[in-house]
């Protein structure tokens, strides 16, 4: 079982970066591929992007395609969220996840675990 907690959300002007963080403890986060996902405020959850295992296979979703970057620390348990050219539509609580089954899955149900999200609100 692993635990994960986000960090680095907060508010930014359009235009603006953040970097979001994911540390893990417990179990190795080498053993999971990672997500992040996020849910804006009365709307489902949607997904963001995805890495590998090793970190050599990325994904995103269309919305934050070159804006965005997925990258990993296994050394350091971290996974991290690079956001730049930030929009008021990317306000939203942003969550990682972790899938044991190593998928760069899409979809909230192929992850096992979550952390409990971090607010990122983008003013224009």
């Known amino acids: 079982q692993v635990q994960l907690v986000e960090s680095g959300g907060g508010s930014v002007q359009a235009g603006g970066s953040l970097r979001l963080s994911c540390a893990a403890s417990?179990?190795?986060?080498?053993?999971?591929?990672m997500g992040w996902f996020r849910q804006a405020l009365g709307k489902e959850r949607e997904f963001v992007a995805a890495?590998?295992?090793?970190?050599?296979?990325?994904r995103y979703s269309d919305s934050v395609k070159g804006r965005f970057t997925i990258s990993r620390d296994n050394a350091k348990n971290t996974v991290y969220l690079q956001m730049n050219s930030l929009k008021p539509e990317d306000t939203a609580v942003y969550y990682c996840?972790?899938?044991?089954?190593?998928?760069?899955?899409?979809?909230?149900?192929?992850?096992?675990?979550w952390g409990q999200g971090t607010q990122v609100t983008i003013s224009s």
């Open positions: 996840a972790a899938d044991a089954e190593g998928i760069l899955g899409d979809s909230g149900r192929v992850y096992d675990y």
């Open positions: 417990g179990r190795t986060l080498r053993s999971y591929s």
């Open positions: 890495i590998s295992r090793l970190g050599d296979m990325k």
